[in-house]
């Protein structure tokens, strides 16, 4: 089945700083790869998604790349604050198996004012 | 934030007894998930759902059963909890497979 590794697992950045969060997979055939940032005591929250037709996204601070041949993804925030400090975690699936999301073991970012 | 709620947000009950969680959205969406949430695993699906009584399993589903006789509510049963089921658990609902999926709050589960 599919396996997805995250690193790192702890980001330490300075304010204003960039931060990349790298993310591989296993499964040739994912085709939808969504990144959620998860803040202490809450439910994770998505904050960009790329599907695999698309080599690259981007919102505002936030941007989100993909390498289909390596399999790999990568998340990226620019000009870091510190409300960007929380739990960010990769996921993957495949629309022919019901939308089942297999996430990465998660990165703690802390951005330091 | 998605309408969707968690009950308990928190319980600690004892090795053997059963529990069962209970997942309710008010926003009409097909989809609907139960994932365990363990240091060092991330997220992890247990089960999920399609539809009403239309239901499949994750990558840990052993030790658990769900049930979805209305759009609004998933049910995750734990026959007989164990220690190992000492987790946060959380619920997910979607509209479209491969679309945004809103967790909800969350519950902390205790097993003695």
């Known amino acids: 089945g599919e396996n997805v590794e995250q690193h790192p697992s702890t980001l330490s950045v300075q304010e204003g700083d960039s931060a990349v969060i790298k993310c591989t997979y296993s499964d040739s055939a994912s085709n939808y790869f969504p990144w959620y940032k998860q803040e202490l005591g809450k439910g994770p929250q998505l904050i960009i998604d790329i599907r695999s037709n698309v080599g690259e996204k981007k919102d505002q601070r936030i941007a989100v790349t993909l390498n289909k041949t390596a399999k790999h993804f990568s998340l990226h925030i620019t000009e870091t604050q510190p409300e960007d400090s929380a739990v960010y975690f990769c996921a993957a699936s495949r629309s022919n198996q019901g939308g089942k999301l297999i996430f990465g073991q998660g990165t703690e970012l802390s951005v330091k004012p | 934030d998605a309408g969707i709620t968690q009950s308990p947000r928190h319980k600690v009950t004892e090795t053997g007894t059963p529990v069962t969680l209970r997942c309710h959205q008010t926003?009409?969406?097909?989809?609907m998930y139960w994932y365990r949430q363990d240091p060092g695993h991330g997220l992890r699906l247990i089960h999920y759902s399609y539809g009403v009584k239309d239901t499949d399993k994750g990558e840990v589903s052993d030790g658990y059963s769900v049930s979805r006789s209305k759009t609004e509510d998933f049910l995750l049963t734990l026959e007989s909890a164990t220690s190992s089921q000492t987790s946060v658990y959380f619920c997910?609902?979607?509209?479209?497979?491969?679309?945004?999926?809103?967790f909800g709050p969350g519950t902390r589960l205790t097993v003695l």
């Open positions: 926003e009409n969406h097909r989809y």
């Open positions: 997910a609902i979607s509209a479209k497979i491969n679309n945004e999926q809103f």
